[in-house]
């Protein structure tokens, strides 16, 4: 098990910036794939952005894709993600989730311990 706490949620004007991080603790952090979800109000928790243990390969959903950038520091057992031009429609509950199957990034059923998740609202 790996345990997993995100922070650096708030409130920012649409076009702006955050960052979140996403500290690991328990199990050897490199040994997982990193995910970051999100759930908005009513809506099913989506796949945002997932990265290999190495960092070598990176997926977006498309509708974020050159506005993200998900990172990770191995040696500081952190994922990141950096989100810019920011708009309404990324208000949600974002949540990152760690992953020992094979990768597959948008498949939540295959990361098997999850955050408690960090609050983003981007006001319009």
């Known amino acids: 098990q790996v345990q997993l706490i995100e922070s650096g949620g708030g409130l920012v004007q649409a076009g702006g910036s955050l960052k979140l991080s996403c500290a690991a603790s328990?199990?050897?952090?490199?040994?997982?794939?990193m995910g970051w979800f999100r759930q908005a109000p009513g809506k099913e928790r989506e796949f945002v952005a997932g990265?290999?243990?190495?960092?070598?390969?990176?997926y977006y959903v498309r509708s974020v894709k050159g506005r993200f950038t998900i990172s990770r520091d191995n040696a500081k057992n952190t994922v990141y993600l950096q989100m810019n031009s920011l708009e309404p429609e990324d208000t949600a509950v974002y949540y990152c989730?760690?992953?020992?199957?094979?990768?597959?990034?948008?498949?939540?059923?295959?990361?098997?311990?999850w955050g408690q998740g960090t609050q983003v609202t981007v006001s319009s």
């Open positions: 328990g199990r050897t952090f490199s040994d997982y794939a």
């Open positions: 990265i290999s243990w190495n960092g070598g390969t990176i």
């Open positions: 989730a760690a992953s020992r199957a094979r990768f597959t990034p948008s498949v939540q059923g295959s990361y098997d311990n």
